[in-house]
């Protein structure tokens, strides 16, 4: 047998050399790496999947949203429904992104509700969101219907 301390293979000195050791568990109980809020918001929001997975429920999904948008700041959830509508071509996600800004005054929100609610489904996406009560609300509000009114 050769002698592996000699011989190393790429995979091996890059292993001892450069890769973090896990720090936190996935919902399989598997060793991950913890993100920040930011990377888990834009992680959760770019696959756009608001339904039953294999390790999580659709609810736990919506749970987990939701606390991302308030741990990190209203640009960036902005600036993340933008995106997946955008580039992403998604409907629900954005749709929860903008309703989930109604809930924290942000100065963004007509701007972004502008370039997300870029047609009827979306807006109808948008106002069954609010309506549902998910995000802490059973009601438009006159901020958000001001702005379903004129867009």
Known sequence: MVNTQLFQTLKTSLANTFLPVA????????????????HKLVQYAATGCLNATYYASAEAQLATVLDLTKEVSPLFVAQTAIYCRERGYM????????????????????????RVMNNGKMLRNFVQILRSGAIGRKSLGSRPKKLVQTG
């Open 91 to 114: 409907k629900d996600m954005p749709a929860l992104l903008v309703a989930a800004l109604t809930m924290r005054n942000a100065t963004e929100l007509p701007r972004t509700f502008k």
């Open 23 to 38: 720090d936190t568990a996935n919902f399989s109980g598997a060793p991950a790496y913890k993100f920040t809020p930011e």
